[in-house]
């Protein structure tokens, strides 16, 4: 009772609610871009994860429910992987893989994307998604799209934050219609 109480909660404390619909909400795409080199390997080795294709983009409405999710996903993925560079892990600059009990933030990435698939989230709300860091390093966070704004599950902070209440610069994301392509953002924000 208290875990239910704490998520629903949360969702109210994030202002899940039709009053901060606007248009800095949801990210702005523009055109296809390159799709990263780790990404591109990872497409060699999963070829079914990046050929999903879809008509309907429609984010899904955001309810009590995917909002535990959410929390759920995020919170499980960063207890359980211990961070690791791929260099530590794999003596190789840029790899994508399932983490079992470490990895890097692509891995991150990579295990709540298919945990929130698994609960039934369309692929394409769930977008695999480039940013450089304040401090000007390269770092990947998972786009999740819905009805009340695109949100962030990202390994460096428990907190999930609507993207543009994030520190981040946006690059780039996966596309919403093919999960092999990828699109360039429109960060727009004024710091």
């Not at 893989?97 to 933030?105: E, L, Q, R, T, W």
Request: aromatic share 10%.
């Amino acid at each position: 009772m208290k875990k239910a109480a704490l998520v629903l909660a949360t969702f109210a404390g994030f202002g899940v609610s039709s009053a901060f619909a606007g248009n800095k909400a949801q990210m702005q795409t523009v055109g296809l871009t390159s799709q990263p080199i780790g990404h591109y390997v990872y497409c060699k080795q999963y070829k079914s994860d990046c050929r999903i294709k879809t008509q309907n983009t429609s984010a899904p409405k955001l309810t009590k429910k995917r909002w535990k999710d959410l929390v759920d996903v995020n919170a499980f993925s960063n207890n359980t992987i211990a961070p690791y560079t791929d260099y530590e892990i794999y003596n190789e600059e840029e790899v994508w893989a399932y983490p079992k009990s470490y990895g890097d933030c692509e891995d991150y990435v990579l295990m709540k994307r298919h945990m929130l698939m698994e609960r039934g989230w369309p692929p394409s709300s769930l977008l695999i998604t480039v940013v450089l860091q304040p401090n000007g390093e390269g770092h990947a966070v998972l786009t999740v799209r819905t009805t009340k704004g695109d949100y962030i599950l990202d390994n460096l902070d428990s907190k999930i934050k609507r993207w543009d209440q994030t520190p981040y610069t946006y690059l780039k994301r996966q596309s919403e219609t093919h999960s092999g392509r990828w699109k360039d953002i429109l960060d727009n924000r004024v710091s």
